[in-house]
């Protein structure tokens, strides 16, 4: 029941009692369980699969690579991406955004039959190089993919890349589930050094005039994106459904952080 390591600065820093891991075990539950019911995307056995995957995800947590995996996803994250991948069940998964490997090492112990590519601009935060697993250098959209089965494969976006084209990119490869971290409001855009604007949100937001320019100042500089949405409008077609995910953080008590957006895209843009 050991789902702590040491240098982990959210996680208690040694075992949880077994009734005090299954209280754990069921509280995520309960809140994943809570999102499951109030959307229909996986009926039927979704809340049962999703009470496994809990389970499962703390019996695997424990041996993550990276104890802390700052900058990356960490207990929310995971737990959330964890049971997603169990959900969706795919046997593709692309990962744009690998930084240290944690969040690759977690759909491989999710999806362990899974193909798995994982693309990152830089390899020097890489520490943790799964076997099985396809680390490639470079952005996504330069690459050769295997081939894209639309219900059974998951793109997951954690690189800081405009949401829009990443979408447009997407569905051109034969994408259909996606999932998106640091999908911001608009009026959070400064929370982020790089924001991956226009975001999900920012595509459906009814407020965000054609034209107008959203400023904010990061670390003293001063950063601004144009409202455009025209440009916006083709992104905003390929999109079905998208649902932010609730933060775990109040099950847990780890730190709440941008927060995941699942995102299913639609068949023929409409
Ligand atoms: C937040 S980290 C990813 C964290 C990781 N997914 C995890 O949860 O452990 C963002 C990463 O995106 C990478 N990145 C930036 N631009 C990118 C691009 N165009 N394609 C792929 N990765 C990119 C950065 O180098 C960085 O390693």
Redesign the pocket.
């Known amino acids: 029941m050991d789902l702590t390591r040491t240098g982990d600065p959210e996680m208690a820093d040694g075992p949880l009692g077994a009734r005090q891991h299954a209280r754990l075990a069921a509280a995520i539950a309960t809140a994943v369980g809570g999102w499951l019911g109030a959307n229909a995307w996986f009926p039927g056995h979704g809340q049962r699969v999703a009470g496994a995957a809990v389970r499962r995800f703390l019996r695997v947590y424990g041996s993550r690579p990276?104890a802390d995996?700052a900058?990356?996803?960490?207990f929310n994250?995971?737990a959330w991406?964890f049971v997603l991948t169990r959900l969706i069940a795919p046997r593709l998964i692309i990962?744009?955004?690998?930084?240290?490997?944690?969040?690759?090492w977690?759909f491989r112990q999710a999806a362990p039959d899974a193909r798995i590519l994982?693309?990152?601009?830089?390899h020097?935060?890489?520490s943790h190089r799964q076997p099985g697993i396809d680390y490639r250098l470079?952005?996504?959209?330069d690459a050769d993919l295997p081939p894209v089965d639309a219900d059974t494969s998951l793109g997951?976006f954690?690189?800081?890349?405009d949401q829009a084209r990443r979408v447009r990119e997407a569905w051109a490869r034969g994408l259909r589930w996606l999932v998106f971290?640091?999908n911001l409001p608009a009026h959070l855009l400064f929370v982020t050094g790089?924001p991956p604007a226009p975001t999900i949100s920012m595509l459906f937001d009814p407020s965000l005039r054609d034209g107008e320019r959203l400023a904010w100042t990061r670390r003293g500089r001063p950063r601004s994106i144009d409202v455009d949405q025209e440009a916006w409008a083709e992104a905003r077609r390929l999109i079905a459904h998208w649902s932010v995910l609730p933060d775990l953080a109040p099950a847990t008590g780890c730190r709440p952080q941008t927060g995941l957006t699942v995102v299913r895209l639609a068949d023929r843009p409409r």
Do not use: K, M, P
Not at 118 to 122: L, P, V
Not at 158 to 161: E, I, P, T, Y
């Open positions: 990276a995996n900058g990356g996803s960490r994250a995971c991406l990962e744009s955004g690998t930084h240290r490997g944690q969040s690759a977690l994982t693309f990152d601009i830089t020097q935060a890489l470079g952005d996504w959209s997951f954690d690189d800081h890349v971290d640091d790089r």
